[in-house]
């Protein structure tokens, strides 16, 4: 608990003593590497690193969320349909929140606006990306019978994951770094050249070094793979309500992020001293906060309703009680099953004397022989 405490400490000291830098020297290696090229030419097409760790992370948001809808109960398939609607719309909406927030080097003095659509470049904002997918893949739920509550559930962790794998990319273009540092674990940075997507080279063609310097993409891509992993472990262990795993995403990435914002020393807009990440980190923890409980009574509301009742564990593989810890109340009108005669053999006795007599003569009279 002591270390845990003294991370945050830990991770803002630009230097180390003597003692504990030979020490961790020891474990870690002396400096993480970053690559001189991050794109490569296939004839005339371009292979960029930072494209390719944003779509091997969709793959296996997609492949996580498939799996975890199935074990709901949907469809093969049916994560994918819903993503041909989310997964454009949250390309869109991620670069036009990095746009809205950072408009100076496309639309400032000295900006291309050409620039905008250069996503290769880097620049995808997740707030943007969550906000606008969501749109898409409740477009996408509408058109496929499934509730945006669940898909959101599903997706949870694997946009979590993805994240992680989108901030490798920051890594091949160089850049989402901190301030300067001796830490074991700082990383190289080059001078780059972002149209070429390749460091920039002295007279000798080699790659000219910028510095040492906090590798915060590399801060952010573990939280994110921890979050992910507290996500999993929730819905395997906890009775949560519809919309509760999204909920817990929602509130837990900008714990983070608030953090490594704080880290970071590239160009970044500012309000009242603080960078604009940093507010809306707050604003959507907040929101998260409020989808959490607003969850919760609409589960709750549902089952007073005698709707359907909310899914429980058993969607992420373990079985559990409906999500109000118990089967629901059910009330009905009695039926002829119900009927204690039916259980003795179907036949009513009567309950008038005179009747029984009667039946009791009329047999008789039946028994006897016919002259």
């Given at each position: 608990?002591?270390?845990?405490?003294?991370?945050?400490?830990?991770?803002?000291?630009?230097?180390?003593?003597?003692?504990?830098?030979?020490?961790?020297?020891?474990?870690?290696?002396?400096?993480?590497?970053?690559?001189?090229?991050?794109?490569?030419?296939?004839?005339?097409?371009?292979?960029?690193?930072?494209?390719?760790?944003?779509?091997?992370?969709?793959?296996?948001?997609?492949?996580?969320?498939?799996?975890?809808?199935?074990?709901?109960?949907?469809?093969?398939?049916?994560?994918?349909?819903?993503?041909?609607?989310?997964?454009?719309?949250?390309?869109?909406?991620?670069?036009?929140?990095?746009?809205?927030?950072?408009?100076?080097?496309?639309?400032?003095?000295?900006?291309?606006?050409?620039?905008?659509?250069?996503?290769?470049?880097?620049?995808?904002?997740?707030?943007?990306?969550?906000?606008?997918?969501?749109?898409?893949?409740?477009?996408?739920?509408?058109?496929?019978?499934?509730?945006?509550?669940?898909?959101?559930?599903?997706?949870?962790?694997?946009?979590?994951?993805?994240?992680?794998?989108?901030?490798?990319?920051?890594?091949?273009?160089?850049?989402?770094?901190?301030?300067?540092?001796?830490?074991?674990?700082?990383?190289?940075?080059?001078?780059?050249?972002?149209?070429?997507?390749?460091?920039?080279?002295?007279?000798?063609?080699?790659?000219?070094?910028?510095?040492?310097?906090?590798?915060?993409?590399?801060?952010?891509?573990?939280?994110?793979?921890?979050?992910?992993?507290?996500?999993?472990?929730?819905?395997?262990?906890?009775?949560?309500?519809?919309?509760?795993?999204?909920?817990?995403?929602?509130?837990?990435?900008?714990?983070?992020?608030?953090?490594?914002?704080?880290?970071?020393?590239?160009?970044?807009?500012?309000?009242?001293?603080?960078?604009?990440?940093?507010?809306?980190?707050?604003?959507?923890?907040?929101?998260?906060?409020?989808?959490?409980?607003?969850?919760?009574?609409?589960?709750?509301?549902?089952?007073?309703?005698?709707?359907?009742?909310?899914?429980?564990?058993?969607?992420?593989?373990?079985?559990?009680?409906?999500?109000?810890?118990?089967?629901?109340?059910?009330?009905?009108?009695?039926?002829?099953?119900?009927?204690?005669?039916?259980?003795?053999?179907?036949?009513?006795?009567?309950?008038?004397?005179?009747?029984?007599?009667?039946?009791?003569?009329?047999?008789e009279r039946s028994e006897r022989p016919r002259s």
């Open positions: 608990m002591t270390a845990l405490a003294a991370l945050p400490t830990l991770l803002t000291m630009p230097t180390l003593p003597t003692g504990i830098r030979g020490q961790l020297a020891a474990v870690v290696p002396a400096e993480i590497p970053s690559p001189s090229v991050g794109v490569w030419h296939l004839g005339p097409l371009p292979i960029r690193g930072y494209a390719l760790c944003i779509l091997l992370g969709i793959v296996v948001a997609v492949w996580l969320t498939q799996r975890r809808l199935a074990a709901r109960g949907h469809r093969a398939g049916v994560a994918i349909d819903i993503s041909a609607w989310a997964v454009p719309f949250g390309i869109l909406g991620g670069r036009l929140y990095h746009l809205i927030t950072t408009p100076q080097p496309y639309f400032g003095e000295g900006g291309n606006p050409w620039r905008a659509f250069a996503i290769y470049e880097g620049g995808l904002g997740i707030w943007g990306a969550i906000a606008l997918g969501a749109v898409g893949a409740l477009i996408g739920c509408r058109k496929n019978g499934v509730t945006f509550r669940d898909f959101a559930d599903a997706a949870a962790p694997g946009i979590a994951i993805a994240q992680a794998m989108g901030r490798f990319g920051n890594w091949f273009n160089n850049e989402i770094y901190g301030s300067p540092t001796d830490l074991p674990w700082k990383l190289k940075i080059y001078e780059w050249d972002s149209g070429a997507g390749r460091a920039v080279v002295d007279a000798a063609g080699n790659p000219v070094v910028k510095g040492y310097f906090q590798p915060t993409f590399l801060y952010e891509a573990l939280w994110c793979l921890v979050l992910a992993a507290v996500l999993l472990w929730l819905g395997r262990h906890r009775d949560l309500r519809p919309g509760q795993t999204f909920a817990a995403y929602v509130m837990g990435y900008p714990v983070g992020r608030i953090v490594i914002e704080n880290l970071r020393t590239d160009e970044a807009n500012r309000i009242l001293g603080q960078r604009v990440n940093t507010w809306v980190s707050l604003l959507v923890f907040a929101l998260g906060v409020w989808l959490w409980f607003r969850c919760a009574r609409l589960a709750r509301r549902e089952a007073d309703a005698g709707g359907p009742a909310p899914a429980a564990d058993t969607r992420d593989g373990v079985d559990a009680g409906p999500a109000d810890g118990g089967d629901p109340i059910r009330t009905a009108e009695p039926d002829a099953s119900d009927d204690p005669a039916d259980r003795d053999g179907g036949v009513d006795e009567p309950a008038d004397p005179s009747v029984e007599r009667s039946l009791d003569a009329a047999v």
